[in-house]
């Protein structure tokens, strides 16, 4: 080892210690080796003036000005070669006067070479760091004021200059462009202009001058000298392999540059081994290999960071003090790749491991805990001994300690040990040895929790700052502030006082900050130096002591020079969220950042740790709960699904504690309903709510419908009783509060769901929570929140923000008043002084990264002002500090924000900082609580207005949710137009309600989608009062008396006949329970465009097979009545209540027996009984005479047999004998309202009476053969003979007990025709009346009737010859009793011997009369109503001769013995007939069956299942339309006049006539207008106090509504053919045919809206991502509060304004994203289109894609591809070749459609999903997207789901989605279940395709917005 000595002359007196201090030893190999290889030595030779030698190179030392601007410490023991080297460059170029730029990769190294060379020659320094904050000002000129003066102070280049000292700027790249030049004349030439008027000239210009001029002359001139020491220094990275602006060129040219890379190799090793003395040499050569690797070319082509080789010594120390422990736990600190490396590079670092031998094995340990810390032995202030346990073994270090006293004991309460917390804090405490470190972690994660339990375990006081985005350099170091004189200061930043007091700084969110304002900070946590804006220096502790000893002064004089020394137990823990892997924007952890820290990685807990520390925390949680939760949460946590792990994000620990507090208290609650409300799923993308909802089923958190109907019966009140409130089930104090102007009051209306929502903030609140409220527009959020605060009677402070809130104006706002700055308390800061309730409203309006610093406040209620005060969470952390704020114990934070995404497009307030508050998603009320709500505010608008309102409005929000419309109509509108209508009833709701839709009259799509809706309630917008198209009406003939009808005198005994009746008890099977199925009813209102009889229609949902057979109505009150439909092959009911809007349906096919024999067709009635069996129907099979009882509340079904077994079943004749025809039996329910019913065999004998409450059968037996049986009373039958047609009545006593004997008689009715007079009598065949009605008319509608008036029993009924009869007297009465009727002209079963069409039913048309007669007699209105088929109407007089009759499934034929009027009224055809066209004849002639509603409507269902509810009575209709006519509105026709009500203010005597003017001029009287002619107090228009109105007939213009609405038609005509020629010519340009127009019009018209809805999202994403930002330091603009201060001094550049924000350096190019569609173009496509048009439904989604992506090329790259059994890769659309227009999209369909015909079969699904994920990552993106379509049929080509879901999720940056076009039976629904949750779906109805498709863009699209 040789060692030259170095001698070294000092200055004058200088110790000889110091210079010893400064002999350089240089460590070398072979003496004479080490002279032929060149080394380098530094010499300082002693002399007159000392020298330093460097090799070659001498340099002549003077003696420092201001020794304590020289850099201190700085030169270590042994100066590696290649440092040595440097320094000879610099000094070479330091003695020719030039400037150097030491450029090189990040890290410490740059700054240390130069401060040696300065420390070496004894130069002083002036350092800047420069950040993008850095002005003009920093480097030249500040302005201060003193003494209410502005004077300049010089900084640190003008310093430099004139005291010849060398300026070293850091950090080139992060200033911004154009703030450097200023320096590139005083490189150059030395020269500088400033702006004090003072003039830098280079020393020889200088000398010369002074040669010829005094001093004092060029004092005069105010030149200044720059001394000829004065040297730049300037470290800055290559751009642009590392991100910065680059150089400017003028500026890079005046610099001489020298690449100073890491230290070689060797020389590292050698300094490696110097450290590590207890580690293995072979172990520190593999370390450094490893990161060298990591740092070469080629690692960087790889995309890897550099390594940051400079923390290479702190780790060997960590390894030093703990040998046994595995390396590659170390590297993760430095390097920790698995947090921002993707999986490729995380791979390359792993085999860079491998290469190294540096991977984990057995024998290497990790900490496992802290097991003691104790204050340090001997004299040590501020250290601490940490004992950490190892393996087995404990190892002891000294570590830095707290200037408070050592915990002894840690508290347990608040923070709960887990094994993975100790060992992460075991290794937190071997990196405070050495470094500052960085935690990184998710969201909720702890990381705030261990870093105070890191600092109270070793006593350290922390300072929590909170980091935001628009943060500045000042904001971290120092601000300005003013004296109270009005002298400007700095006052430094808690920072800053952190470092000069010891305490530990945690800086929260450290990847908000911008990198360019972080580089500030490298210097002190590099070296423990700092440079503030005021000249302060802080230095580190030892290099203080050391100039304290050379300077030989005291601290105060080093104070006085403002020289402050570090303590030297500060640290900085910095906490972050870890970077998105992959995203371009979010890459926080660069190769600079590196360099800074040690990085800790905190994992969320694992799942029986977070159980341990919710149990611990909350010891009375329910554990089940817990259990199923935190599944849940692992179950998300785990995917590497995105939807998945953004819901995971919203459920951190932090917000599972929340859950379980609250659960703990109220232990009732569904843990269904917290997760959800935890993730707010009400707003989350259709994508998202689908994955949660899977996930939260797969682990059995379910919610019941019993749940749910709890929930929505649950009646929740609100009281105030003595001093508490309650509110449900919750109770509170109110407040008692001084500040009553403070409370809000506000209009309030409740409802139940408010009462929930409050109810439910109430427990939140209870818990001591901050609430969130996230909610659409006009939902309601400020009304509840203000209520809520009125109820408990809260102060409230009330803070909006918007686009422009910064971080300032949330907590100050300053002004300057004389001179001086003051600040005003923001609403925030007065809430949490004084304990208000502070409401945030529109908290998603400010940029997140303002409002995030609610989070500090929230979370550790710490928070800093900007005039210094700070707010504390309480008294305990005042420690006598000044201008504290201490957090009221009543401040609360209610903070409203609409939901996220699209339409709103705010900022993700819910997503940032959704977890630190909890979240209450309010949404529009339920029906009934809006309806409660709405009559509050339009007590006198019609109730049934309301409900069409809440109708509408429910069915628009529903359409909104599923993405169909934009925006979503919220209560807020509804509440508007209720006021309206309120105040001006007049007004027609049609013009009311375009308040609200008019904004969307110009958006046709829209519009149409609107009308619709509204028009399916019966809100009648765009229509005429005029439109009233009600059937043309025809006369009733005149009616005729026909004669009498007589009851044979009892005297003559064959005519009166007993029946003898015996009573069984009945036999009952069952019962069997049925599965009642409920659907939606898509009702809709009929007048809506016009007004006509139809009321209501809507559809049920039979099969294409499926026919209806019977039709029956409940006699209940109007608003109650239940529906009943039976329907055949298969046999089905039914039911729906008629006001209500979903039904349900019961499958009967497996109940009613098969019968051998004959085609068997069922034909079932229906009976609904009555009260106390409501709800309960009897059911009849006619040909099997079975009879079933339904319960339809519960679905249990009892068979009843009414015949005793033996008589039950007909006899089976053979099957070839069962030609003749077999006999019906019929069920007579016109009582069946009163429990009983009637049943008897066509041409039977026996009538048998059902009591179904008293579970008897009563059968009488007869002595005729039946036909038919009317029950005209309950007590008298009329009954009609078989053969003969002859009738009978049967009178019974009411109630047949069992002890009667049961007898009934039999009384003939002989029919005897009227005497014409002349002996002649018209003899009148016998014919069986169709309907009978069971009760009588009333006296006036009988009066009106027959034209007389009479008063007596009655009963009306219809046959096939008349329209109407009326026997007057019948029943009750013995005597006879009159007939009159009204004759047809022609009887309906005459015309129908020949049908039109002999072949229409087929040859097997039964001569019989239908089972079905559709005749119904309505009493109230006086009305008989018939169905007849469209050949018995007389169409001739109905229609004009022009006018073809639409296609109907038949006519209603009115008659009207009021008016005597018949109308006939046409029911439209059924969409869809069953193709069993003789089956459906026997049930009836028209296509239409018809039963009544209520007292005067009526129902009528067509064989296709269409319900249409009528209104026929002429009274109830001129009510209807008068309804109508008032909601439409009486506006137009009416001109409207403007009178002006002049108050004169003179005073009005006694009223007169006033003058009349003979000329009757038109005068503008003293206070008239309008022409009166009365002046004051005279009669006239728009007088004051006259006594009438007087118009003297001059005109006011006005055009009539009508007119204006008439566009003349040739201006329509013109428009219309301007509009066909552009078409033509349009398809000439592009050479397409209009054949072709029009079929690709049939694909691009079927998905025009979702076209249209996606290209409104994504110019809204464009304009979003278009939006301008504040841009600072401008000359022009609005004044920056920031810089008020710099305002006042003077300065220019204070203003801020708004501007394109240029990209930030080196930040990648915004690339496209990539998207791929899949589609499915094999055989069975085209195969199976038939059945659901599956190849048409792609075919739409191909050219949805095609037509939504036009013109975004720039931000979607697109491509199509198909699969088939010929490939899976079949290009359609390349993604450089997109189609332009309609010929281009055309071909592509074309080509699709043509494939799909002639391809091979088989199934490439899953090859093509595989390969479109594979290839499309070839291609640079900013996301990527396959989207696969198929008619997967998986299982028949034995795929099996599970390898499907691999595919789709192989790789995490493609997002895949399959969509599955429903297969057979239950197939689809099977596989999504396999399938990851949201990646799937089942498109059951193809139509649904397109919107999926919409769907999956607007979710993802937004997320990635």
């Known amino acids: 080892m040789q060692s030259r000595v170095l001698c070294l002359g000092g200055g004058a007196g200088a110790p000889a210690a110091r210079r010893v201090r400064l002999l350089v030893r240089q460590v070398l190999g072979g003496g004479a080796a080490a002279a032929r290889s060149g080394r380098l030595e530094v010499r300082a030779l002693h002399g007159t003036g000392d020298t330093v030698t460097i090799g070659d190179v001498s340099f002549k030392l003077k003696t420092p000005k201001n020794p304590e601007f020289v850099p201190q410490n700085y030169i270590t023991d042994s100066l590696a070669q290649a440092v040595v080297h440097h320094l000879r460059w610099i000094m070479q170029k330091d003695l020719l006067g030039q400037d150097v730029f030491l450029i090189g990769p990040p890290g410490p190294l740059r700054r240390s070479i130069a401060m040696q060379y300065l420390e070496l020659t004894k130069r002083e320094v002036e350092y800047i760091a420069l950040s993008r904050d850095t002005t003009e000002t920093d480097l030249k000129q500040r302005r201060e004021i003193r003494d209410g003066s502005a004077f300049y102070l010089d900084q640190c280049a003008v310093r430099a200059a004139t005291e010849g000292r060398i300026l070293v700027l850091e950090g080139l790249e992060k200033a911004e462009r154009n703030v450097l030049p200023v320096l590139n004349n005083l490189l150059e030439n030395r020269e500088m202009q400033l702006e004090d008027g003072r003039f830098l000239m280079s020393a020889e210009r ?4 002074l040669q010829s001029h005094t001093k004092s002359e060029l004092d005069a001139w105010k030149i200044v000298r720059v001394s000829e020491d004065f040297r730049v220094i300037a470290l800055g990275l290559p751009v ?67 390594f940051p080789l400079d923390s290479l010594s702190a780790a060997v120390q960590i390894l030093d003090s703990f040998p046994m422990m595995s390396v590659q736990h170390v590297i993760d600190r430095l390097y920790p790749y698995n947090v921002f490396l993707g999986k490729e590079g995380r791979t390359a670092v792993k085999d860079a491991l491998k290469r190294f031998e540096l991977q984990d094995s057995k024998s290497h340990l990790l900490p496992r805990r802290i097991t003691k810390v104790e204050s340090a032995h001997g ?66 994660c702890g990381k705030t929790v261990i870093a105070k339990e890191f600092a109270d375990i070793l006593g350290y006081s922390i300072e929590p700052i909170m980091l935001y985005q628009d943060m500045t350099a000042r904001d971290l170091l120092q601000q300005r502030y003013t004296l109270p004189n009005g002298d400007t200061a700095w006052r430094p930043s808690p920072l800053v006082t952190a470092a000069l007091e010891g305490k530990l700084v945690i800086l929260d969110g450290i990847h908000r900050i911008n990198p360019g304002t972080l580089a500030v900070l490298q210097r002190l946590i590099h070296d423990r130096e700092l440079t503030l804006y005021d000249g302060t220096r802080l230095l580190r502790e030892d290099r203080y002591q050391n100039l304290k000893e050379e300077l030989q002064i005291s601290e105060e004089k080093l104070q006085e020079r403002s020289i402050f020394p570090i303590h030297p137990s500060f640290r900085i823990v910095v906490l972050a969220e870890p970077p998105v892997i992959g995203s371009s924007t979010q890459q926080w952890l660069g190769p600079e950042f590196l360099t800074l820290f040690l990085f800790h990685n905190v994992r969320s807990l694992s799942k029986s740790e977070e159980i341990e520390v919710i149990k611990k925390m909350i010891p009375n949680v329910p554990s089940v709960a817990v259990e199923q939760l935190l599944s849940l949460t692992h179950k998300l946590r785990e995917t590497n699904d995105t939807t998945a792990q953004s819901l995971a994000s919203s459920l951190s620990t932090r917000q599972l504690l929340r859950i379980c507090r609250r659960l703990s208290q109220h232990p009732d609650e569904s843990l269904y309903y917290a997760v959800n409300k935890a993730c707010l799923s009400r707003f989350l993308p259709n994508l998202a709510r689908s994955a949660l909802h899977k996930n939260l089923q797969d682990c059995g958190i379910e919610t019941s419908p019993d749940d749910m109907k709890k929930l929505e019966e649950k009646h929740c009140t609100c009281e105030i009783n003595n001093g508490i409130l309650k509110i ?8 008692n509060s001084a500040e009553k102007m403070k409370v809000p009051d506000v209009l309030f209306y409740e409802n139940a769901q408010h009462l929930m929502v409050m109810e439910d903030m109430l427990k939140d609140f209870l818990l001591g929570e901050h609430l969130l409220l996230v909610g659409n527009q006009g939902v309601g959020k400020n009304k509840v929140v203000d209520r809520f605060l009125h109820l408990l009677n809260r102060p409230r402070e009330y803070l909006q923000l918007h686009r422009d809130t910064t971080v300032q104006s949330l907590t100050l706002q300053p002004s300057v008043k004389d001179g001086l700055i003051i600040y005003e308390d923001s609403p925030l800061v007065r809430a949490v002084k004084f304990g208000r309730i502070l409401v945030i409203d529109e908290a998603d309006k400010a940029p997140t990264n303002v409002t995030c610093i609610l989070k500090t406040l929230v979370e550790s209620g710490e928070m800093v002002l900007s005039d210094g005060r700070r707010i504390v969470p309480s008294n ?45 998603a309010v949404d529009n009320p339920k029906p009934e609580s809006e309806l409660a709500m709405l009559r509050q505010y339009g007590p006198d608008v019609p109730e049934q207005i309301l409900q069409k309102l809440v109708a509408a409005f429910g069915e628009l929000r529903s359409l909104a949710d599923q993405g169909i419309i934009n925006y979503p109509y919220s209560t807020r509108e509804v509440v508007n137009i209720v006021k309206h209508l309120q105040k001006f009833p007049t007004e027609g709701l049609a013009s009311v309600v375009r308040n609200v839709f008019d904004f969307d009259s110009y958006n046709n799509e829209m519009r149409e989608i609107l009308i619709n809706t509204l028009h399916k309630y019966g809100i009648p917008i765009g229509a005429k009062p005029t439109n009233v198209q009600l059937a043309k009406e025809l006369p009733l003939p005149d009616h005729k008396f026909m004669g009498y009808w007589k009851v044979t005198e009892p005297g003559n005994a064959q005519q009166k006949l007993l029946c003898p009746t015996e009573t069984q008890k009945i036999d009952v099977k069952g019962p069997v329970y049925l599965n009642i199925q409920g659907f939606p009813l898509e009702r809709h209102e009929a007048r809506s465009l016009s007004f006509t009889e139809e009321l209501a229609f809507w559809t049920l949902p039979l099969e294409e097979v499926n026919f209806v057979c019977d039709v029956a109505v409940t006699k209940e009150e109007e608003a109650e009545n239940v529906l009943y439909v039976t329907a055949c092959n298969p046999v089905s009911l039914f039911f729906m209540n008629v006001s209500s809007n979903s039904g349900y349906f019961v499958d009967l096919y497996d109940l009613f027996p098969r019968t051998v024999g004959s085609v068997w067709q069922p034909f079932v009635t229906v009976a609904p009984l009555g009260n106390p069996l409501k709800g309960q129907v009897v059911l009849h099979e006619e040909e099997s005479n079975v009879v079933l009882l339904l319960d339809t509340n519960n679905g249990a079904l009892r068979q009843l047999l009414l015949l005793p077994a033996d008589q039950q079943s007909p006899k089976r004749s053979s099957w070839w004998s069962s030609k003749e025809e077999r006999s019906n039996y019929k069920m007579c329910r016109e009582f069946s309202h009163k429990n009983w019913l009637v049943f008897y065999k066509e041409a039977g004998n026996c009538l048998i009476v059902l009591d179904v409450l008293e579970g008897r059968t009563h059968t009488i037996s007869l002595p005729i053969y039946l036909k038919s049986v009317f029950l005209v009373a309950e007590d008298r039958w009329l009954l009609v003979e078989n053969e003969t047609n002859q009738k009978f009545l049967l009178t019974k006593r009411a109630n047949m007990e069992a002890e009667d004997s049961g007898v009934c008689q039999l009384y003939a009715l002989s029919e005897e025709p009227a005497d014409m007079g002349f002996g002649l009598t018209t003899a009148s065949e016998l014919c069986v009346p169709h309907a009978v009605s069971s009760d009588q008319l009333s006296s006036e509608n009988l009066s009106a009737a027959v034209g007389q008036k009479i008063i007596s029993p009655n009963r009306i009924f219809s046959d096939e010859h008349n329209y109407a009869t009326i026997v007057i007297g019948f029943p009750d009465l013995l005597s006879p009793s009159e007939v009159y009727s009204w004759k047809r002209n022609s009887s309906l079963s005459c015309k129908r011997a020949s049908p039109s069409d002999p072949f229409y039913y087929g040859a097997q048309r039964k001569k019989g009369a239908a089972k079905q007669t559709n005749c119904v007699t309505l009493l109230a209105s006086n009305q008989i109503v018939r169905i007849l088929a469209p050949g018995d109407v007389p169409l001739k007089d109905i229609y004009p001769k022009d006018v073809t009759p639409p296609q109907a499934a038949g006519y209603l034929e009115v008659t009207d013995l009021n008016a005597k009027k018949i109308k006939y009224i046409a029911i439209p055809r059924s969409q869809s007939l069953s193709p069993y066209t003789a089956w459906l004849s026997k049930i009836s002639d028209a296509d239409a069956l018809l039963a009544p509603l209520g007292k005067v409507g009526l129902v009528s269902v067509d064989m296709g299942g269409g319900v249409r509810l009528w209104e026929t009575g002429l009274d109830s209709l001129q009510r209807s339309l008068q309804d109508w006519r008032n909601m439409i509105g009486q506006e137009d026709g009416h001109p409207v006049q403007i009178t002006i009500q002049r108050d004169s203010g003179l005073d009005v005597s006694s009223p007169k006539h006033g003058k009349v003017d003979p000329d009757n001029m038109p005068h503008v009287g003293g206070n008239t207008w309008a022409g009166g002619t009365g002046g004051r107090d005279t009669a006239g228009l728009g007088g004051k106090g006259g006594p009438y109105r007087l118009d003297a007939g001059h005109r006011v213009y006005q055009i009539s509504q009508a007119e204006k609405d008439a566009v003349p038609e040739e201006v329509k005509r013109a428009a219309r053919e301007m509009g066909e020629k552009a078409f033509k010519q349009r398809l000439k340009e592009i050479q397409m045919s209009e054949y072709d127009a029009s079929t690709y019009e049939r694909f691009s018209g079927a998905v025009r809206r979702q076209v249209q809805s996606l290209r409104i999202i994504l110019d809204n994403l464009q304009a979003k991502g278009k939006e301008r930002h504040w841009l600072r330091h401008q000359a022009v603009g609005e004044l920056d509060d920031a810089k008020i201060i710099d305002g006042l001094t003077g300065e220019k550049a204070i203003y801020k304004r708004r501007g394109e924000l240029e990209p930030q350096p080196g930040s990648p190019q915004q690339k496209p994203k990539r998207l791929r569609l899949v589609v499915d173009v094999s055989g069975s496509m085209y195969r199976f289109n038939g059945v659901d048009r599956r190849l048409e439904r792609s075919m739409e989604a191909v050219c949805m894609v095609m037509e939504a992506f036009e013109n975004y090329e720039h931000k979607f790259k697109y491509d199509i591809v198909g699969h088939s059994g010929d490939g899976f890769d079949i290009t359609l659309v390349g993604s450089d070749k997109v189609p332009k227009n309609n010929k281009q999209r055309l071909e592509i369909l074309k080509t699709m459609h043509a494939h799909a015909q002639f391809c091979m079969s088989g199934d490439h699904t899953l090859e093509g999903t595989e390969h479109a994920i594979r290839e499309i990552t070839k291609e640079e993106a900013d996301e990527y997207f396959v989207i696969v379509l198929s008619d997967a049929n998986l299982e028949r080509y034995g795929i099996h789901p599970s390898r499907f879901a691999q595919v789709l999720t192989t790789n995490a940056q493609v997002n895949a989605f399959a969509i599955f076009i429903g297969s057979l039976g239950d197939q689809a629904d099977r596989l999504q279940r396999m399938l990851p949750a949201g990646r799937s779906f089942i498109a059951m109805d193809t139509k649904e395709i397109p919107q999926i498709l919409q769907q999956i863009f607007a979710s993802t699209m937004l997320s990635s917005a």
């Open 240 to 306: 642009p392999k590392y991100s910065g602006n680059p150089l400017d060129p003028p500026l890079r040219s005046r610099f001489q540059a020298r690449d100073v890379y890491h230290l070689p190799f060797k020389d590292h090793l050698q300094l490696l081994y110097s450290i590590g003395s207890n580690i293995s040499t072979e172990r520190i050569s593999q370390l450094l290999s490893f990161a060298t690797t990591l740092c070469s070319q080629e690692s960087s082509t790889l995309g890897l960071p550099d």
């Open 876 to 920: 305990a952390h005042v420690e006598g500090r000044e201008n504290v704020i201490v957090i009221h114990p009543d401040f609360r934070m209610i903070v409203l924000a609409n939901r996220p995404g699209f339409p709103f497009l705010g900022n993700d307030f819910f997503g940032t900082l959704g977890d630190i508050f909890s979240c209450h």
């Open 206 to 209: 200088y000398d010369k001058l």
């Open 728 to 735: 449900g089930s919750v109770t509170m104090p109110i407040y």
């Open 379 to 444: 004299n040590k202030p501020f250290k601490a001994d940490v004992t950490v346990q190892i393996g087995e073994k404990e190892v002891t270090f000294q570590v830095p300690a707290g200037t408070a006293l050592l915990k002894k004991h840690p508290r347990s309460d608040t923070f709960i040990k887990t094994s993975s917390h100790n060992q992460l804090l075991a290794e937190m405490m071997q990196s405070h040895m050495v470094k500052d470190m960085c935690l990184i972690g998710g969201k909720g």
